[in-house]
């Protein structure tokens, strides 16, 4: 066997990126807070005499999209929504972030201006501000252009309990919108790929849509983002972590005509692509008819829909229930989601 | 109503399906040969839901599975190279020649891009004019016209540092030799749709003419498959005859403007496929007055580079490509063998049939 190396697909978000948190980061810098996997880690807040009075949320995560700037979003854009989103799915109101960018020597002002505009009125947008930071500088070709690394911190309300590990049978699964735009958007605006879409990058702010749905339903059990891995990915770690089974109905997951188009093309399964301004939902049936109105009613939630539900059957598992009305298995993305050749 | 949603309507998939299976008096044994059919039909479930009455075998329509390991390690040799910059589909990227991969070659320094068309990669010539940049020519009748198209483009341009390492396989040969080494019983063929709009559906005349099935050329969304397969079930105890089920791609000649390109670059070789070995006649390589732009002579790469050992033991993806066996009957298959892992190619591609299984026909129990 050859010296084991990082390969791309290991920073795809799919089963060779979990493989490689267990194995290796877990494993040095593991502890039972991060252990537990989560978007966002929670800690718990005592006063003085050890009463548990809160709990602070802390998440951080590095931006290196490629371009920098793309239909519907940038790379600033992108380092505070991802960074919001990762908090707002523990149920946590966004606060104080961080920001370390590091430079590739080259790189235009105007480039660098460009992106701290976005990222302010992002930021602003989101409620968020941002207290510390740190710039780096390398030699060309040392990084791409411009990388940022975001970190965090948010407050979860009194009573919001939320976790990727409380979905229950019984629950439905609710989807704020269409699949597939940001990462369809990103690989057509690569190098390589040329032709011309409609396609826009769904990137966004979901904090004040966690807001309003926890207004209605503060019972919601599981939120998540499915990013990197898309989807599919974010069910089966829900199902995972909850120790249950999740059907889904094909038909019912929505999917913007491009992105439908731009998939079939390259031969990419929408259910593995990425995602940025898209949130699972997971909640007792009962709740879910509130929950849908005040989704409908927000920006980022309009086309908000029930798309699934869980069950105890084949726990840690995701069923996915054709249009064709057969039922197979949604798996986890296993490698580097790429076009086929024929 | 959209475009695609005309071909994925579920109650007429629904109506299909029962229709397939009550004329289905025995059962009746179908072979995809293309890997794009086979990722549908395992996506759409529409295997589980036309067995036991129809049975689906898959067979070697997926260019990156059929590559052989000598060439995968001969493209892995050219990656290395000082000045060499290889360009290639994403699924070769991936696949296992004897000791590595293009992806961990890159990984370690060797310059493999992944491009989505040949003309891409003569886009990359001409960004980088002191580079020899080596697109790695996969695939069958569809791919190969636009692989010509970017050499004559090159000449055009007058540029000396684009090549092509042409691993173009014909279709219809491949067909031959599994019907011919007689491992496996077909009632029918399922014909690849993009191949026959190149190739025209009369390039199928041979297997209801020397083998007595029949074909019917289908294209790739859920309802074409089912329509198709329906013709086929249809055809059963009647006299064998090709189909043209994707008449909106596919006509009797196929599409001459391409067939011309192919001939005028590409000339017909012997090719080795994995798992059906050499074929005569069923490759193409580049005709001797588009040498210049040739990998094969351009490049020497050292035999102790490319002379490697031959398949990982145990994996049974030659079998798989020539339909005599399942994915999960291989005891790789989703053990030592996954997407995450692959040892053979047929794990690697979106079109290869152990992928489709392990993504999509895994049991949910």
Request: hydrophobic residues 45%; contains cysteine; proline residues 7%.
């Amino acid at each position: 066997m050859a010296e084991k190396i990082v390969l791309l697909a290991h920073g795809s978000g799919g089963l060779l990126s979990h493989e490689l948190i267990t194995s290796l980061f877990l494993k040095h810098l593991g502890n039972p807070i991060l252990n537990a996997l989560e978007d966002a880690s929670a800690i718990p807040l005592a006063d003085d005499q050890g009463r548990l009075v809160g709990q602070v949320v802390l998440t951080t995560d590095s931006y290196v999209v490629k371009p920098i700037f793309f239909p519907g979003g940038d790379i600033g854009k992108l380092a505070i929504c991802g960074t919001v989103n990762d908090l707002a799915m523990r149920g946590a109101v966004p606060l104080y972030f961080s920001a370390g960018f590091i430079l590739e020597e080259g790189l235009p002002f105007a480039d660098l201006e460009r992106v701290l505009t976005s990222m302010a009125a992002t930021a602003q947008a989101a409620g968020v501000r941002i207290v510390a930071g740190d710039t780096k500088v390398v030699e060309r070709g040392g990084a791409d252009k411009l990388f940022i690394n975001t970190a965090g911190l948010g407050l979860v309300p009194p009573g919001v309990h939320i976790s990727a590990s409380a979905a229950r049978p019984g629950d439905v699964v609710i989807l704020n919108g269409a699949i597939g735009d940001h990462g369809l958007t990103i690989m057509t605006q690569r190098e390589g790929l040329r032709f011309e879409t409609p396609l826009q990058s769904d990137c966004a702010p979901l904090n004040s849509l966690v807001s309003a749905m926890l207004a209605v339903s503060p019972r919601i059990h599981a939120l998540r983002d499915p990013t990197r891995g898309g989807l599919a990915t974010a069910l089966n770690e829900i199902a995972t972590q909850s120790g249950v089974g999740i059907e889904i109905e094909e038909i019912a997951v929505p999917i913007h005509e491009p992105v439908r188009a731009a998939s079939d093309l390259l031969g990419l399964d929408p259910f593995y692509v990425a995602n940025e301004g898209k949130l699972i939902a997971i909640l007792e049936e009962g709740d879910a008819g509130p929950l849908l109105e005040a989704m409908r009613t927000h920006p980022y939630g309009q086309e908000a829909a029930i798309v699934g539900r869980v069950t105890t059957e084949h726990p840690g598992r995701v069923a996915l229930r054709t249009l064709l009305g057969t039922r197979r298995l949604l798996g986890m993305l296993t490698g580097e989601q790429l076009p086929r050749i024929c | 109503m959209k475009y695609t949603d005309e071909f994925r309507d579920p109650a007429t998939a629904q109506r299909l399906i029962q229709e397939i299976r009550a004329r289905a008096t025995r059962p009746i044994r179908i072979m995809e040969f293309c890997g794009g059919h086979t990722h549908a039909i395992m996506r759409y479930g529409i295997r589980q839901a036309l067995a036991p009455h129809v049975h689906m075998a898959s067979g070697p329509g997926c260019p990156v599975c059929v590559t052989a390991d000598t060439d995968i390690d001969y493209c892995i040799a050219l990656a290395r190279l000082p000045g060499v910059i290889v360009a290639t589909f994403g699924d070769m990227a991936r696949v296992p020649g004897s000791r590595s991969s293009l992806q961990e070659a890159r990984a370690a320094g060797a310059e493999v891009r992944i491009v989505y068309s040949a003309l891409d990669a003569l886009e990359l010539a001409r960004e980088e004019p002191r580079r020899a940049v080596v697109m790695l020519g996969i695939g069958f009748e569809t791919t190969a016209p636009t692989v010509a198209a970017s050499i004559v483009r090159a000449r055009e341009l007058g540029l000396s540092n684009y090549y092509v390492y042409s691993m173009h396989k014909l279709t219809p040969p491949a067909m031959r030799s599994i019907l011919d080494a007689g491992e496996v019983r077909l009632d029918a063929v399922l014909g690849p749709g993009h191949v026959t709009a190149i190739i025209g559906w009369r390039a199928w005349d041979f297997l209801p003419a020397d083998y007595g099935i029949p074909c019917a050329v289908s294209g790739f969304e859920p309802l074409d498959i089912l329509e198709a397969v329906r013709l086929l079930v249809e055809l059963q105890g009647s006299e064998p005859r090709v189909v043209n089920a994707y008449s909106r791609g596919v006509t009797a000649e196929g599409n001459r403007v391409a067939q011309s390109l192919m001939s005028e670059v590409l000339e017909i070789s012997p090719a080795n496929w994995r798992g059906l070995g050499e074929l005569p006649g069923s490759g193409l390589k580049l005709r001797p007055a588009y040498a210049a732009y040739d990998a094969r002579l351009a490049f020497a790469v050292s035999p102790a580079l490319s002379m490697e050992p031959a398949s990982h033991p145990g994996c049974r993806c030659g079998e798989i490509l020539r339909g005599v066996i399942e994915p999960p009957e291989c005891r790789l298959f989703g053990r030592a063998c996954t997407p995450a892992r692959p040892i053979g190619p047929c794990m690697v591609s979106a079109e290869g049939a152990c992928a489709a299984h392990y993504h999509y026909g895994s049991s949910l129990t």
